[in-house]
């Protein structure tokens, strides 16, 4: 079900992007692969000049003349991988302080890599954004097709605008991350084990994160598994929510819940190929809190801010999915899998009130059922249907 073959997908970063080029110099836009960062910069800058870092005949281009070949393109230069020269952002730095009017964009799908080089030579010069995925709301009224449909196309722009099957997307970029990214990354002499890890991860999607018992269950040491996790997250395949803390009198959970930044890849690491697999699938609710969890993280992305969500969960077993912090205020929300409410979905809303008081201002279940309603306290609302403060 693709867009469209030719379209491009207009991105919300879209606006962020353009208001942030207008006030710096050199713009970072950093994300998962084919997310859609080049597309989304060629769109906002079409006459930059374009490069890519990873064509080596292009970095031994660059790299003979780095200043000369920077200064050729003051009026605006589009590097795609730059990570790849790290000392080209020292001569960034340079030509920058010299030349007030250049305009360059750097893109990268580590995080790690891209961001020290950055933080170590382009502070206060750069500004940074994060692409993920495409959003429910940028892939329009595609959003209104089956949930299993969503939850297993994710959001990857080749699946929406092209049409290419999601699971052969998924399985090239499980495929291509692992021969290239990993292994650069990290010395992995054992890949299986690697393999084995990241099917593990997914096999505990929304749940909290215990290197422990993976290190037990591989046969790797926990700083290994550490080690493994955080290039994960540095190369934007997984991420951490964190736990809610605040002085409350109560006994919280330390460790964090782990979700992926895309279903997709979740489903195929799973061995879910269609949708029979998934309706009968154990984790199918998983995923889909998996979903909504990272529809308010693209939000936070999408407007250049940094996340502000937490899970609440004390010793007690009483746990709320997610928590968004807006200063000392606190939005918390229930997500659920069902097509049909029930009051029981309020249980735990109507507790963590009653633990933080008046900072709660708005509590919401966010399920996959057709009405949307609110009460003196509660909403209830369709995961497609999530407004966002603008």
Known sequence: MAISSKEFILRILDSELNRLSKLYTIIVVTGPRQSGKTSLCKHQFPNYHYINLENPTTREQVMAAPKAFLEEHLGGLIIDEARHIPELFS???????????????????????????????????????????????????????????????????????????????????????????????????????FQVFMKLCAGRVGSEFNASSLSNEIGVSVPTIQEWLNTLEASYVVFRLPPFFRNIGKRLVKSPKIYFYDTALACFLLGIENEQHLDAHPLRGAIFENLVVLEFMKNRFNKGKLPNLYFYRDKS??????VEEKGLQLHAYEIKSAKAFTRDFLNNLNYLRKVVGQDITSTQVIYDGPDDYETSENGVINFRNIKFDS
């Open 91 to 193: 001569y960034l730095q340079v030509i920058v302080d010299e030349h007030e009017d250049a305009k360059y964009v750097l893109t990268g799908s580590s995080n790690f890599a891209l961001l020290q080089s950055v933080t170590q030579s382009l502070a206060g010069r750069a500004a940074i954004l994060t692409l993920l995925p495409l959003s429910l709301n940028e892939i329009g009224e595609h959003k209104n097709t089956s949930t299993n449909t969503l939850l297993l196309n994710g959001g990857y722009p080749a699946v929406w605008a092209k049409g290419i099957p999601a699971n052969d997307v998924t399985q090239n970029y499980y495929n291509t991350y692992i021969e290239r990214d990993v292994r650069q990354l990290l010395n992995i002499k054992d890949i299986n084990r």
């Open 317 to 322: 077993q009483h746990e709320v999915d997610l």
